[in-house]
């Protein structure tokens, strides 16, 4: 077998394959070249899965003197067999046989080189697998379907691709695209296929900076049409006859979110779901996704457990970023023994989503200290409410319109019960704002009105959704069902492994399944999510997970009710291609970044000059001379100032 030479520091191993006939055996050549990020070596590099890790296939090595066998997987054989030319050689970096796999210390120094290697390539070829399945119907329709819209990565807006050829069904969001079901199972079958869902493909497409090749047997698509069509597709009803669709379409579509923006904390939310077989990838395989400053001083080292690579992402995160944004991913449903709750477990599926509108905290820094003899986290916030009352919201987990729309119609009959029709009425709008974790178009600025959930229009769909006349066996249901596709989807994706909860202070929101009267509801500095605390005596608490109060998200629990002209939003701008959050008063129609309800600063504080000052505020400490994004207005000396009871909570 072949016997891998150790690398020097700046080297990299090249595959050249040989040119042959298809079926024939494969010979390959390893050399090592010195990668320099400014004038690299010409190679193109293969994006693909494993698959079985059984390596029951050989490729062989040539050497100036003799060949030697290399053991691969049955996946990498056939890529190979349908890559290879037939007269002349082609280049290329693959992962499974230009790193010793057998090595711990070259495959962490490889690893951290990931983002070089794939950014370098002259090109990234996604090798999805044979053709099978109509996968090369599904392709040429997803082509047409990217060749009628743009999509403005920025605003998050999908529009013709052509005034001239403007055809309404293709930008019809609230019904599926228009192909014929045979295509449709194509589609579901292509975007099934195990790349889709594996961990690594992230960093390889996203690197891509002189583009990508999408290869299914003989058809081949760019990358970024493929992007626009599964953008596409994702906000549109589907078809609930074929299996799995709508998670295959969620999950394909997180890798195609623009590059910019992406922190380490949003990448390994978004990538929880792919699969990989090493946990410790899990935070390795992201990495180079970002940039050098935002990795949090993480760096590959296969020596230390799954545990330990863990809880060390999330010590650098509080300690590197001043934020405790990370917890909002913890969830003591499936917490692993050997890991503190307050860690989340990135090795299993989040249970629920992410609450995107989300500020509780304002611009507050993290107050916390790690002890690490005993392994708790004390961290300070504000006790804002205990758990009452608790209601399961899906007892299906099924996405169906008929069976989200029973599971609002047995919550609202519950609420209806436990507050009284009085103040079901009169709540009845902060109800579906909870329902839907807010996540309305008018949250935007501009909103999204081409497919966006209206919050008013959405509320009125709800008032007859919950209203306990409507019967499931009403005619006209199954057509208004079908017009309430995407308000009943986001009601889903929010209480998907939720409970609506009351606190016993008559707040309302939502909080993990795992959620118990008796729970607190704390609101830490530095936290954009109220959290879940359960008491374990000796004043120590374990995270249950995230929650959303309706009158707690926008830092109301510090600072009060915003005034009733202000409104919280995300408001795009145009110079930095992002969103960024403001406050307008819609009586003078104006827009700011400071909050409305702050004073003025401290003394020695002012707010530095600075390009992005526009969107972002940073304040500067003239006495001591450093500068922060957080407000000084948020530190706890200054809210023990104004009365705001801050507590020390010790997390296990």
Not at 368 to 395: C, F, P, W
Not at 564 to 572: D, E, P, Q
């Amino acid at each position: 077998m072949y016997p891998y030479r150790a690398l020097d520091l700046e080297e990299i191993r090249i595959l050249t394959l040989l040119p042959g006939t298809f079926g024939s055996e494969i010979h390959i050549q390893l050399s090592h070249v010195e990668l320099d990020p400014y004038n690299p070596p010409s190679y193109e590099a293969l994006s693909y899965t494993w698959g079985s890790n059984d390596l029951s296939h050989l490729i062989y090595v040539d050497t100036e003197h003799e060949r030697m066998g290399l053991p691969v997987t049955g996946n990498l054989h056939n890529a190979l067999q349908h890559l290879r030319n037939i007269t002349s050689p082609r280049t290329l970096w693959v992962d499974a046989t230009c790193i010793n796999q057998s090595d711990d210390e070259e495959r962490s120094q490889q690893v951290a080189r990931m983002a070089d290697i794939y950014r370098s390539a002259a090109k990234v070829l996604i090798w999805l697998g044979p053709e099978a399945d109509n996968s090369t119907k599904a392709l040429e329709a997803l082509k047409t379907l990217a060749s009628k819209i743009h999509v403005d990565w920025g605003r998050d807006i999908i529009s013709a691709a052509s005034e001239e050829d403007i055809e309404s069904h293709w930008l019809d969001h609230s019904k599926p695209a228009p192909f014929e079901h045979e295509t449709w199972v194509s589609i579901g079958q292509l975007l099934s296929r195990s790349w889709f869902s594996r961990l690594w493909v992230w960093q390889e497409v996203f690197l891509a900076e002189n583009g990508a090749i999408v290869i299914c047997g003989d058809s081949t698509m760019s990358w970024q049409n493929l992007r626009k069509a599964i953008t596409s597709l994702v906000d549109r009803p589907k078809l609930a006859s074929i299996p799995n669709i709508s998670e295959n379409i969620s999950l394909s579509w997180q890798l195609c979110q623009p590059k910019r923006g992406l922190t380490l904390e949003i990448i390994l939310q978004n990538s929880r779901n792919a699969k990989c077989s090493d946990q410790r990838d899990r935070i390795y395989g992201v990495l180079s996704l970002v940039e050098e400053s935002g990795r949090l001083g993480m760096k590959p080292d296969y020596t230390k457990t799954t545990s330990q690579v863990f809880q060390d992402v999330m010590l650098s995160s509080i300690f590197r970023t001043g934020d405790l944004n990370l917890l909002t991913c913890c969830e003591l449903q499936g917490q692993r023994d050997e890991i503190p709750s307050w860690v989340p477990n990135w090795s299993i599926p989040k249970q629920s989503y992410t609450f995107i509108v989300a500020n509780a905290c304002l611009k507050s820094a993290a107050q916390a200290k790690y002890n690490d003899r005993d392994g708790y986290l004390s961290v300070i916030g504000l006790h804002v409410g205990m758990i009452q009352k608790a209601q399961q919201i899906l007892e299906i987990d099924s996405l169906s319109a008929h069976n989200a729309h029973a599971a609002l119609q047995r919550l609202t009959l519950w609420l209806r019960k436990e507050l009284g029709s009085d103040a079901y009425n009169r709540q009845v709008d902060a109800i579906w704002r909870t329902l839907c974790g807010n996540g309305f178009s008018d949250i935007l600025e501009p909103s999204r009105q081409v497919d966006g959930l209206d919050f008013q229009e959405s509320l009125d769909q709800f008032h007859t959704l919950s209203d306990p006349k409507v019967k499931p066996n009403d005619s006209f249901l199954d057509y208004f069902l079908n017009d309430c596709q995407r308000a009943l989807g986001v009601f889903y994706q929010n209480g998907r492994n939720r409970s609506m909860i009351i606190t016993a202070k008559g707040q309302l929101g939502l909080a993990p399944q795992a959620s118990l009267p008796g729970d607190f509801i704390v609101v830490f500095l530095g936290c954009r999510s109220p959290m879940v605390l359960r008491p374990k005596g000796n004043s120590a608490y374990l995270v249950v997970g995230e929650a959303y109060i309706d009158d707690l998200m926008t830092g109301e629990a510090f600072l009060g009710l915003l005034p009733s002209h202000w409104r919280y939003v995300f408001r795009y701008d145009e110079t930095t291609d992002c969103h960024w959050e403001a406050f307008i008063d819609r009586v003078q129609n104006k827009w700011q970044i400071e909050d409305p309800r702050q004073g003025s600063l401290p003394e020695a504080w002012v707010i530095e000059e600075h390009p992005k000052q526009h969107v972002q505020t940073i304040y500067r400490n003239v006495e001591q001379k450093y500068t922060t994004i957080y407000d000084p207005r948020m530190l706890p000396s200054a809210l023990r100032a104004r009365n705001v009871e801050l507590t020390e909570f010790k997390l296990v």
